[in-house]
């Protein structure tokens, strides 16, 4: 697995209310290419914040991000975006979706539309290409979403609590297909999210966040899965270490409750 | 009571339940649903029963003017006509005082002036509900002439343009493009920020967002205000045909107020009545048409 930092955040703060809120304070960190980095912390830790930033969505108050040492400068097909919110388009059918973010990139029609049934087919929604979203339940208007993301091929997949809203047995194949998907075509993923199962399970890397400021509380490398990522969810439980990490993310959660409700 | 043994019987006759193998047929509880009231609830009438109670309603206020007709003393009853005498007053206009041209003039004047106004609105609301600066540029003067009443416009149209049907168009205009624009803006606005960042994520222009992602996401919204706006047209057409027309359904009106023919004034209100409930309708299909992944039933 290469290392090399792909992403590179340089001490990014971020203000809200001039000053008032400091969602960021001093972030830097380097994040490696084909590595699934978690954005883990309680509400209010600014991981979202630092998503949107890498995104190009949000600007930081201090520092700058730099993919491969560029600056960011704004959004772009290179870093895709999954929201937890649905967003495939309620007005194309699946399939026009796919195609949208092709089309965006001056992709001809014809390897387009094949380009679009890969994916579907990928994310194993081919029989469902001719239906508008309103008719897919929410687990496939997410993998709707996340077809037209990987169907751009960028360099760096983020996620924003992607499984958020997803019943818990749907979330879990969610995992498992995102998993499939990143050993079948390595990627660079960054997911943002608050529960600890899936953070164990999908990263090789969690950064646990502490809020107000919202910094870096750990950097944590899931040395435990030997550099493997696991194809069912539930070998997690039976490796040597597991139990130790999740112990030591729950007191980290808990240590961050118990701080809030001091302040309070 | 015959009846309900019976059942009791075929039950046990029947397939065994999960609750008959658990207590025994015998002592099974039997639900009964609880009667549904009239005013149940948030509860969704069938489809028969809802058109029914629609017929009721009319029926009910057909009845009632019907009653205030016949308890009218009788020299006062041709200034509340009867349901009838107004229905055959309005074939009599057909028939004999060529209310057709009336009928076309009015929807030509509508027609015409709500779509200038729309072409104007829509994409000015859509533009100030894209980008922030020039909803800050523009709205408060635009929402300004919301509160000017459009009817208090007349006697200056009258004088700009003296009684043609410019003036009644215009009037028509300043009636709707104001508050369709306001509404249009608030359609556009309305679509989730995710629709727009997911497009920009995907590397996506900013006027390929208004145009790709944020006017077919809020055209939904934008078809409802339309349809909604118009009926407020109807409202003005009729001022400005009362004002100063020689045509059209609000002069027809116009003109029978002058011989007191209560009944033909009221034909007239129910034709706009008709018209109106038939643009409704219109705009609907059009929709299912144009929007079908918009329209779930």
């Not at chain 1, 380009?115 to 496939?140: N, T, W």
């Not at chain 1, 950064?207 to 030997?226: E, M, V």
């Not at chain 2, 995907?202 to 919204?221: D, F, K, Q, T």
Request: charged fraction near 20%; glycine fraction near 8%; charge should be neutral.
């Amino acid at each position: 697995m290469s290392v090399k930092p792909l992403i590179r955040a340089t001490a990014v703060g971020k203000d809200y209310n001039e000053g008032a809120v400091r969602a960021l304070s001093n972030i830097s960190v380097d994040l490696h290419e084909n590595q699934i980095t978690a954005l883990v912390g309680p509400s209010g830790c600014g991981k979202t914040t630092l998503l949107r930033i890498i995104a190009g969505l949000d600007f930081p108050t201090r520092g700058a991000i730099a993919i491969d040492g560029k600056t960011v400068q704004g959004p772009g097909p290179d870093r895709g975006l999954i929201f937890q919110a649905y967003t495939s388009f309620p007005w194309l059918t699946a399939v026009r979706n796919v195609e949208y973010g092709l089309k965006i990139l001056g992709i001809d029609k014809e390897e387009r539309r094949q380009r679009a049934l890969d994916f579907l087919k990928l994310v194993r929604l081919d029989h469902v290409a001719d239906h508008y979203p309103r008719s897919l339940s929410g687990g496939m208007k997410q993998r709707v979403a996340l077809a037209r993301t990987l169907a751009q091929r960028p360099r760096i997949v983020l996620m924003d609590e992607p499984f958020g809203a997803l019943d818990a047995q749907v979330r879990w194949e969610m995992q498992e297909l995102l998993v499939e998907l990143v050993e079948a075509e390595p990627r660079t993923v960054v997911i943002v999210t608050h529960d600890i199962g899936e953070a164990l399970y999908l990263a090789d890397r969690i950064l646990f966040f502490s809020r107000q400021p919202g910094r870096i509380k750990a950097d944590l490398t899931l040395d435990f899965k030997g550099g493997r990522r696991l194809k069912e969810k539930e070998e997690l439980f039976s490796l040597p270490g597991y139990r130790e990490m999740e112990k030591h993310l729950f007191s980290m959660m808990r240590e961050e409750i118990a701080a809030v409700d001091n302040a309070a | 009571m015959a009846d309900d043994s019976a059942g009791v019987v075929a039950h046990q006759g029947g397939a065994e339940t999960f609750a008959q193998q658990q207590t025994g047929a015998a002592d099974a509880p039997v639900f009964r649903p609880p009667g549904r009231k009239f005013l149940e609830l948030r509860h969704e009438p069938s489809r028969i029963n809802g058109a029914l109670l629609g017929l009721i309603g009319a029926a009910l206020f057909i009845g009632l003017w019907e009653a205030g007709h016949y308890l009218t003393p009788e020299e006062g009853r041709q200034f509340l006509p009867s349901v009838g005498e107004v229905i055959y007053a309005l074939i009599d206009l057909f028939r004999e005082q060529n209310f057709l041209d009336d009928v076309i003039a009015s929807c030509i004047r509508i027609s015409v002036s709500f779509f200038a106004a729309a072409a104007i609105a829509v994409p000015l609301g859509v533009l100030m509900g894209s980008f922030k600066n020039l909803r800050a540029l523009l709205n408060p003067t635009l929402s300004a002439w919301k509160y000017l009443p459009a009817a208090s416009f007349m006697p200056l149209l009258l004088v700009w343009f003296g009684p043609t049907d410019t003036a009644k168009l215009a009037l028509l205009f300043i009636g709707v493009v104001f508050f369709l624009v306001a509404l249009v803006l608030d359609n556009a606005e309305a679509v989730p920020s995710e629709f727009t960042e997911a497009a920009l994520t995907m590397g996506a222009s900013r006027w390929e967002v208004v145009l790709n992602v944020i006017v077919p996401a809020a055209a939904p919204a934008i078809f409802d205000s339309m349809r909604n706006m118009i009926a407020v047209g109807w409202t003005y057409l009729v001022i400005a045909e009362i004002v100063g027309a020689r045509d059209g359904i609000g002069a027809m009106m116009m003109r029978a107020g002058r011989t007191l023919s209560v009944d033909q004034i009221m034909a007239g209100i129910l034709t706009i009545g008709i018209l109106g409930v038939l643009t409704d309708i219109l705009f609907r299909m059009a929709a299912r048409l144009l929007l079908p992944w918009a329209t779930s039933r």
